[in-house]
């Protein structure tokens, strides 16, 4: 059973950037989850996605984006990246959009 | 707003002694929590969850007690051991809306001396 994976591990980018992060989910699950995780916090729920369609969304504005793909992986994108969008981002992929998150090990994003 | 959070940013212990991570709620209708552990450089990893209609529940070395009356729970972990050094959240799943979403605490460090 293959695990959640993210690409890539590391990035860097300049203000006012855009940036595109990926997440294949767990074998056999259906729903993905993206969070941020600033340097010591917890992750904050960034957006949900259940059979391809945007399902329940946190407090982050519209130029956090995402997509589901068919095959249940799915992208982050952030638009007009700003210095405090640098952390930690977290992908967790569930069987259902109830059950247990399984994540990922994260794709840290720096914004200088 | 509600929220979940935590007492302590760190915790020292020695090798073969008993940790105990403590968090704090706010919503008294909160009815399901899990804890969490994080490792350097992973992924959050689920440790063991508990409903609001028990007040204990045990795993493997851990125990996470439930006290509903002052909105506390707390993680102990017996005979800590080095790879039990990571950060430890505790988490609580918010249905509204549609899906689940994970609402995080600031998590605590948990460093074993050896």
């Known amino acids: 059973e293959t695990g959640v994976t993210q690409s890539p591990t590391h990035l860097i980018k300049t203000r006012g950037q855009q940036v595109t992060l990926r997440c294949s989910s767990q074998?056999?699950?259906?729903?993905v989850s993206w969070y941020q995780q600033a340097l010591g916090q917890g992750p904050q729920f960034i957006f949900q996605?259940?059979?391809?369609?945007?399902?329940g969304r946190g407090n982050f504005p519209p130029r956090f984006s995402g997509l589901q793909f068919p095959n249940y992986s799915s992208e982050l994108n952030v638009n007009a990246l700003e210095l405090d969008d640098s952390a930690l981002y977290l992908c967790a992929s569930s069987w259902g959009e109830d059950n247990e998150q399984f994540f990922g090990p994260g794709t840290r994003l720096t914004v200088l | 707003g509600e929220s979940v959070g935590l007492h302590l940013p760190t915790l020292s212990v020695q090798e073969g002694d008993n940790s105990i991570i403590n968090c704090a709620y706010s919503?008294?209708?909160?009815?399901?929590f899990i804890w969490y552990k994080q490792e350097s450089g992973k992924g959050p990893q689920f440790i063991i969850d508990i409903r609001s209609n028990m007040d204990k529940r045990q795993g493997q070395r851990v125990t996470v007690l439930l006290n509903k009356t002052v909105k506390h729970l707390s993680l102990q972990i017996a005979a800590t051991q080095p790879g039990d050094s990571a950060v430890y959240f505790c988490?609580?799943?918010?249905?509204?809306?549609?899906?689940?979403?994970?609402?995080f605490g600031t998590g605590t460090q948990l460093k074993v001396e050896l």
């Open positions: 996605y259940y059979r391809e369609e945007e399902n």
């Open positions: 919503n008294s209708a909160s009815d399901y």
């Open positions: 074998s056999g699950h259906n729903t």
């Open positions: 988490a609580e799943p918010n249905y509204t809306g549609g899906g689940n979403k994970l609402t």
